[in-house]
């Protein structure tokens, strides 16, 4: 799975790692449902610093993405226009 993260690159993450990938977005859901600024700060940092935690995809190398996630410094109220109710995950 290739992950992007606005501003930053793309992250190889093994297929197997999609269960954890999506607990995490789950929380994230969550938060931003609730309007929980600090729960939504707490999960979205957990959520990049996962994908960050994955194989980092060469700059000169283009992959479609199976997920787009926004840039780090994303607020509450931004996130709240680009969430679904299946997260920002798809899956």
Known sequence: MI???MGE???????????????VDTELEKAVSAGDEDGFRTSFDALLTFVRSGQKV???ELHDSDAILPPG???LAEMREL???DGLIAG
């Open 3 to 5: 992950v992007r993260i």
């Open 9 to 23: 690159g793309q992250w190889r993450l093994a297929d197997e790692q999609l269960d954890q990938l999506n607990a």
């Open 58 to 60: 060469p700059d000169d």
């Open 73 to 75: 410094d994303s607020t």
């Open 83 to 85: 969430i679904s109710g």
